[in-house]
């Protein structure tokens, strides 16, 4: 897999390149499957995501790629380029084909992506043609890092702040009715409508788990007009899965049988599910720009309902997306002097 834009730094080393993630590790791997002797590293660099920088070259593989081209061609200008002949030539040696292979049963890849919560831990098994698996592998890193960023997981705060603003517009309102409503039955509606909307967003965002869906997502970065390219996925092509029509988690009962604050309380979650379903859908018919600042560049993609249950699910971290909105939730009410979500006695006045 080709890298995307430039790494290194230009200008004698005084401007950065656009130093995608994901195009740092591609140059890092390939350097260390070029042995020294030829300007690689040998699996020295052993690069891995938590040492890199968005925009920003990790300083060891910008001195290795100086002293790779000045091994191979004699100068250096301290970035690599898409299709350039740094690139190529790395590509080339990195996967040169040793035409007397040694037979080993514990055969080693230098630079293995670091398995976590994003990145599959079953890989497939090694085959008889190693240099094949290398390059299998590499790609696959490369493709799920390029998604796997500091910038999508920032959208994914973006998405989870929106949410949250919106919800606590509506519950506002609630806890605001007039003084003809009791304190209790004005609890009932607000611990109803919450419980309601975020049943729903967990149920309209539960289809949403894939990580190859990240692969759909595409970002673009300016000044430079740089694009962050759809990637091809994990194993397979991949498409949305349609957003389901969340139903209230609510018992059948005669509603004929309870009492008030009961009755507001189904009401309250009704309203809470359809709520959320109008803003989901909402952004499906009318997507929203999502825009994020970071050093220098601003990054924007488009965040349909789709792409903003995928990046709530992503936001939550095992935890479910209702668990995830429940906790911001709370400590947005605890700031406003408001009760917590379930609430109980006389505190909403």
Not at 282 to 310: A, D, F, I, N
Request: glycine share 8%; proline share 8%; charged share 20%.
């Amino acid at each position: 897999m080709p890298i995307d834009a430039s790494i290194g730094k230009h200008h004698n080393g005084s401007t950065q390149c656009y130093n995608l993630p994901k195009d740092q590790l591609r140059v890092a791997n390939l350097l260390d499957l070029v042995p020294k002797s030829q300007g690689g590293t040998e699996g020295s660099l052993m690069l891995s995501l938590d040492k890199i920088r968005w925009g920003i070259v990790d300083e060891r593989l910008y001195k290795a790629v100086q002293v790779f081209q000045r091994q191979q061609f004699g100068t250096t200008d301290g970035h690599v380029d898409p299709g350039e002949r740094t690139i190529r030539k790395l590509e080339e040696m990195a996967f040169a084909t040793d035409p007397t292979p040694k037979t080993t049963t514990d055969p080693t890849i230098p630079n293995q992506p670091k398995v976590d919560v994003d990145t599959p831990s079953d890989l497939p098994p090694m085959p008889a043609n190693i240099n094949n698996y290398i390059s299998f592998t590499l790609d696959l890193a490369s493709g799920i890092l390029s998604v796997v960023s500091e910038v999508v997981v920032s959208f994914a705060a973006v998405v989870v702040a929106d949410v949250v603003g919106f919800v606590l517009s509506l519950i506002s309102a609630i806890l605001s009715l007039p003084f003809a409503w009791s304190s209790a039955d004005r609890l009932a509606k607000f611990n109803g409508f919450v419980s309601g909307y975020l049943n729903a967003m967990q149920d309209m965002a539960d289809p949403f788990s894939d990580d190859a869906l990240d692969s759909l997502i595409t970002i673009t970065v300016s000044p430079a007009g740089d694009v962050v390219p759809r990637q091809p996925g994990v194993t397979t092509p991949v498409v949305w899965p349609a957003i389901p029509t969340p139903k209230p988690h609510i018992t059948p009962l005669d509603e004929n049988s309870i009492t008030e604050s009961e009755r507001v309380n189904r009401d309250g979650e009704r309203e809470g599910c359809q709520k959320a379903v109008d803003y989901v859908m909402g952004l499906e018919r009318s997507p929203k720009l999502l825009t994020w600042v970071q050093q220098g560049h601003t990054y924007k993609t488009t965040g349909t309902g789709k792409v903003m249950l995928r990046l709530l699910y992503k936001a939550s971290k095992g935890k479910g997306v209702a668990g995830l909105l429940r906790e911001q939730i709370n400590a947005e009410l605890r700031k406003k002097g408001q009760p917590e979500w379930p609430a109980s006695g006389n505190r909403a006045n």
